[in-house]
Every structure is written in C-alpha cells, then in structure tokens.
C-alpha cells in the first residue's frame, strides 16, 4: 500500500496512544471509502487532532493510497490468544442459550409453535452461532481500539456495504468508554428499537385438511408406489433396510473412471459409499435405497445402481417426495410468525445477546426474526416430509453426511424407528456446534440428533468426546471415504489428457491457488456473501506472490474457488495480475480435483482438506495462515492442519518456502513424507477401503427388525 503504515509494532502502537493530552482522533472504516477518509484527516489536521484509521472490520478493503497515513488493521488489537478465548465464549453462549427461561415461564429449548410440532430450536441455534461470533468479535475489536487508543474523538467512515450494519455496534461500544464521536460524516443510522410485538396468541393451525389433498395424497401414493415396486423385483425376505442420503445432481462432480471409462459421480459428502454399501447390503441380503435431496445425478454414459442391480437397490429423488413440505409451509408459517414476533420481543431472550456489557440484540434482530421463523418452518415441513417417507420405507438404517445439520431427517428417523448415522465432516471446532444440542437439565438432546457418527480420524473422536461429553452415541473413526478416490485413481490418471484440458503446458510446475476469499460463513444483513476467510488484500497480497515466483520459475498457477467465493472479484484478480500464468478453474466445471491436484506440484490454501486429497495426489500442501484467520478459526485447527502441509504465516514466507521445496527434491520428498504419516489421524486410512469399513460398521451396528417380504437375487456386483 505505498506509503501507508501497515501493521504497526508496540513501540509505534505507545506513540500513537497518547491519552493523556486527548489528542487522537480514530477514523473507523467501514468501506474503501478515499474520499471520507481523506476528509477526515483534513478535518483532523484542521483542529489540531492526529487522525489514525483503523479498519472497522477486515472484510474491508484498504482504502487507496494516503500520503502519510496510518492505517491499522483489526489483527493490531486482537491477539491470537484473544481470538480463541473468544471462540470458547460463542461456544458456552451457545451452550448456555436452550436454558434461558421465557416470559412465559417455558425454557428456551422447549419452546415451539404448540401442537405436536417439533420444537425447532435445534434447527437453528447452530446456524446462529458463527453469526453471534462475528458481531462479539465486533464488540471485543471495537472495545479493544478504544481501551489501547483512548482518543479524544472518533468517527465512522464510509458507512455503505457490507460492514455498515457493524457501524451502530461500534457507537454503542465507543460512548460506553466514554469517548466522544465526532461525525464529521454522515452519523451511522440506529437500529430502530424493537417495540413489544400484540400479545396476540398462537393460532392452533389444522393440518388435516392439507393432509387429504389430493396433491397431498398423490406424494404418499407415489412413495407407496415406488416401495411395492422395489419390493417385488427381490426374491425371498429381506433381513434389513438401508437408507444412503446424497445431495444430488447440484452437488457432484463428475470423473470418467480410468478403470472403466464410464462416467460416476463423486460426492464429497459420501463419496464411495452408493457402491460400498451396495456391496455391503448384498452381503448380508440387505435392501438399499438411494435417496437424492435434489434431483438424481445423470450424464452420458452413466447407469446407475438402481438400474445395474434393480433387484434390491432403488432410488428416489426429492422432486418425487418434496411436494409434501411445499404443501405444509404456509400453514407452518401462520402458525410460527406470531410465536417468532413474541419471542424476539421477549425481555429474557434479548437479554441472552448482551456480550461484555453491549447489548447487541438490536444489531440482527431482524435477522433473527426472519432466520429463526424460515428454520421452524423448514423444521417442521421436512420433518413430516421424511417421517410419512420413512413410515413407507420402513429402514433400520438411515446412513448420510452431516446428518448432525439436518434435525428433521433424525427426528424422523427416531420416530419411525430407524437407527440414524451421519458422515461427520472436518477437523477442529468447525465440526462442533452442531451437536452441541444440549438440554437445561444439561443431558443431550438425542431425539434430533444422529445415534452415530463416522468420523475420519482419531483425532477427532476425542475431540468430540471432550468437546460434547453428553452425547451417548457411538463415534467411530472410519476414514474420510473420499480418500478412497485418489488411492485407486490417481495413478491410473491421464496427465497429458488432464493438462491439454486445462490450458497448461506439457512441463512446467503447477501450482493450485485454492485460498478462500469469500464463503457463507456467518452471513451479515443484507450481503451477498458472508466472512472472508482470507481478507480480499491477503488475497490478492499472496496471487501477486504466486504470479511473481510464477513468472520466475516459468510456472503455471491454476486457481481453485471455493463454490461459494466471490468469483467476480477472483476473476478481476485474475485479469489484473495474472500477467497469463493464471488459469480460473472453478469447481464442478469438468475437472474434478483428483485430475487438478494429478498433474500439480504444490497446492497452497488456508486449513483445507483438500491438504489431504493433494497428499494422495503426492503433490505437497502449504498452509498459509495470515491474522485474520483467527478472527474465525481456533489456532489450534491451523496447528492440527499444519500437521500434513507446510506451514507459513505471511505471503514471502510462502513464496521461499515453495522456492525451497522445487529446488529440493529431498526436500520436496521430505515434506510428502512427513505429510503421509500423519494423515491416518486426522482423515483416516489411506488404503481405500475407509467407504467400505464405514458401510460394513453402519450396517453391523444396526438392530435388525422382523424380516421383510423380499431378498435380493444373488447377483455379483459389477
């Protein structure tokens, strides 16, 4: 940024605090906004002030370049070991939230709608909780510049966009220190005060006319008519009933097998596990069932296994089932709003949202209104949705990934009599708010939760286990299944093919930029995209990094997006300072990343699993951690990651370590190594069996009903 003071030490820090002659003025950005804050540095010199800008948030781009301005960047006040004491905070807040007793006298966790309806609480306290972690990080930043800066005076600058609604959370904290605003500017708006909603009562909806339409019964009949017809291709009786949930067609990729040249889909979720419980169920004269949360997977060439081995496997897709939530959520959401408005205005729920003294509630009470009452709903449609399906289908087994996300398939499942097991992904805390679901008495909230999980590794058994000791189900460290993938296939991989279709050059190294710069992490009012995990300038600081050692070695860099990240900006980048060494390959768009990380040598991205699917690919992962990554993530997932890739912490520490690492072979080698033995304890076994141990595991731990009417034919599996 030229001559603007980047990142200042403690010594600079000393200087600029000077709170004893009140001479400081703090401009908080809350845009890239030049032209606010030249004017109120002018201002500043004008009455004598020393102006410092300080970045309100570090979504924030730096603004343009100022001649002699300091411009300090939120990671200046909060240390690493603030950031984590934070993460425990939102944690325990969490925790503590289903205890809150009412108005009404009724604890939070059993509060719904009336009826028989599911209280949808669980539904949406984990959706919440990255939320509620950006806005006290917010208050814990903000407090932080006025305690160590102590100015005479402060303004918000730039208050449009994305980090606006943060600007009244900053008055908030700054007048409660005491320190005077300025708004030279336009003063940021107030959240307008959230009046008692009418003590107007919940309406008690009647479902059972929505239950005998004829839309209504035309779903059940097809369900009914899908089972007969599953159950008539068997022969014999079958000794149990397996569920596998995916996501479908919206979110595979497809690969052509190198084994059979024929397309299958990979599914990160569950990749590996159609074919492994298909074999598993076979053993044991078991029938599987397929269900696709969206529409089913198709491509040229592809035949599925409910049309290879249609005597004991078949498939449904959501269109097939879907129509019966459509149909429940306009009398779901009559009979939700009113108890949603009485909620958000009741005294002792508000009181949950005050964080070291600022009460924040105000800042996304809209937020809350409209989160809460669209997962009730969603709690309540699904869960009749799946219950009437699993009532038809009648499994012991509901198998799927992150089951521990969708409350309403457990809840269903537990209704019906069906032994649920979800697919756990990730490694550290991310992998936690989710089944932290636990009651005022403190014992586990069990009925909507999965009765097993399938982890990848050891490492994170115990991390759940002390993470979330009240929880009596099984956890078992299985492997991650998409490992499986790149065992059998990467070496089998055309490398030329693979090169030709992406643009690169027959030789030359390959480095996979694969950073996120934006994702749905804790999405804010009115943003088209949530927290950044890497900030937009470390982004961009690191691919002009990447191009220049590019450029150097003669190398080729393809970037790799998150599907969710900001792909304008990422193109931008792209055209501004790709100088042609830069290919864009997005996710889902022809080349999966067993065939991108085949033909590259190093891939660099912040705490990804993908560190394990390059490791596979023996292509070296460098883990880059810059400050901001704290304001999200514990350090200790940096550590933990840091265990099967190279670790660095800032753009020029990269680039030397990738120097280093292709000018080596012994070290390149090293690095492989040290990366490959310590993969099994956190994703698993690297033998490509882990989809198969996850199939035959779920499938063993499962109570067996009464048998049914049919066996499947003793046909092989292709």
Same mark, same amino acid.
């Given at each position: ?31 890239? @906004? ?82 028989? /309806?599911?209280?949808?609480?669980? !539904? ?5 909780? $990255? ?15 006025? @305690? ?14 994305? !980090? ?41 909806? @009647? ?34 009933? !397996? ?163 969708? $409350? ?35 014992? /586990? ?155 590259? @040598? ?100 499962? $109570?067996?009903? !009464? ?12």
């Amino acid at each position: 940024m030229g001559d603007t003071k980047h990142r200042p030490d403690k010594k600079m820090q000393a200087k600029a605090s000077i709170s004893s002659e009140k001479s400081t003025a703090l401009g908080l950005l809350f845009s890239a @906004d030049e032209a606010a804050a030249k004017a109120f540095l002018d201002r500043c010199e004008a009455e004598g002030l020393t102006g410092i800008l300080v970045r309100a948030s570090y979504e924030v781009r730096m603004p343009a370049k100022l001649a002699g301005a300091t411009v300090r960047q939120p990671m200046d006040y909060l240390s690493p070991e603030a950031c984590d004491a934070l993460h425990e905070k939102v944690l325990a807040w969490q925790e503590k939230l289903p205890s809150v007793r009412l108005g009404s006298g009724v604890r939070l966790a059993d509060w719904s709608a009336g009826d028989n /309806h599911p209280a949808p609480l669980w !539904a949406w306290i984990a959706t919440l909780t $990255p939320y509620v972690q950006v806005t006290m990080r917010a208050v814990l930043l903000f407090a932080a510049i006025a @305690d160590q800066e102590k100015p005479a005076a402060f303004d918000c600058l730039g208050v449009s966009g994305d !980090a606006a609604w943060l600007a009244p959370l900053a008055v908030k904290v700054f007048e409660q220190a005491n320190i005077e605003p300025r708004f030279w500017g336009q003063p940021p708006a107030r959240p307008a005060r959230v009046l008692p909603w009418p003590r107007i009562r919940t309406p008690k909806i @009647d479902y059972r006319p929505v239950r005998r339409r004829a839309s209504y019964l035309r779903v059940i009949a097809a369900l009914e008519a899908h089972e007969r017809q599953a159950r008539s291709l068997g022969l014999g009786g079958f000794k149990g009933h !397996a569920v596998l949930i995916m996501r479908g067609a919206k979110g595979v990729e497809w690969l052509v097998s190198p084994q059979t040249g024929r397309p299958a889909f990979l599914d990160e979720y569950s990749e590996g596990l159609p074919e492994a419980l298909a074999q598993a169920c076979r053993d044991r004269h078991w029938r599987l069932t397929i269900i696709y949360e969206g529409p089913k997977p198709v491509a040229d060439g592809y035949r599925s296994l409910a049309e290879t081995h249609p005597s004991f496997i078949s498939e449904l897709a959501g269109p097939t089932f879907g129509g019966l939530a459509s149909q429940l959520r306009v009398p779901a959401r009559e009979q939700y709003e009113p108890a949603v408005a009485r909620l958000i205005a009741d005294r002792a729920f508000r009181k949950a949202f005050v964080f070291d003294g600022v009460d924040m509630f105000d800042q996304f009470s809209d937020y809350l209104a409209r989160s809460i009452l669209n997962l009730s709903v969603l709690m309540t449609s699904q869960s009749e949705t799946w219950e009437k399906t699993f009532e038809i289908l009648k499994p012991n087994l509901v198998l799927g990934g992150r089951l521990e996300a969708k $409350p309403w398939i457990n809840l269903a499942a537990s209704r019906t009599g069906a032994r649920t097991v979800s697919i756990k992904l990730g490694i550290g805390d991310e992998m936690t708010p989710s089944i932290l679901a636990r009651r005022p008495d403190g014992s /586990h909230e069990t009925e909507s939760q999965p009765d097993a999980l399938a982890v990848w590794g050891e490492h994170q058994v115990e991390h759940l286990r002390r993470r979330a000791p009240t929880y009596g189900g099984d956890i078992k460290a299985l492997g991650r299944t998409r490992s499986d993938t790149f065992v059998r296939a990467t070496n089998a991989l055309d490398h030329a093919r693979i090169r030709e279709k992406l643009g690169l050059a027959p030789s030359s190294p390959v480095i996979v930029w694969a950073a996120t710069c934006r994702t749905r992490w804790g999405l804010w009012p009115n943003q088209t995209a949530g927290s950044a995990v890497l900030s937009p300038d470390s982004w961009e600081t690191a691919f002009k990094a990447l191009v220049k050692l590019a450029v150097r070695r003669d190398a080729q860099i393809v970037v790799r997006p998150h599907p969710v990240d900001d792909m304008a900006f990422i193109a931008d980048q792209i055209k501004r300072h790709g100088k042609g060494r830069a290919i864009f390959s997005a996710g889902r768009q022809g080349t999966p990343n067993i065939e991108l990380l085949s033909v590259s @040598d190093i891939l660099v991205s912040g705490v990804s699993s993908m560190f394990a699917e390059a490791i596979l690919s023996n292509c070296v992962a460098v883990n880059l951690w810059s400050p901001e990554i704290s304001l999200i993530y514990e350090t200790s997932r940096f550590d933990h990651y840091s265990e099967i890739s190279e670790a660095v912490r800032s753009a020029r520490e990269m680039e030397q370590r990738i120097d280093a690492l292709l000018d080596s072979p012994e070290n390149y080698a090293a690095a492989l190594e040290r990366a490959r033995a310590n993969l099994p304890r956190y994703f698993g076994g690297i033998e490509g069996d882990n989809a198969s141990n996850t199939a035959v595991w779920a499938l063993e731990t499962t $109570p067996i009903k !009464a048998p049914q009417e049919t066996e499947p034919a003793a046909e092989a599996l292709a």
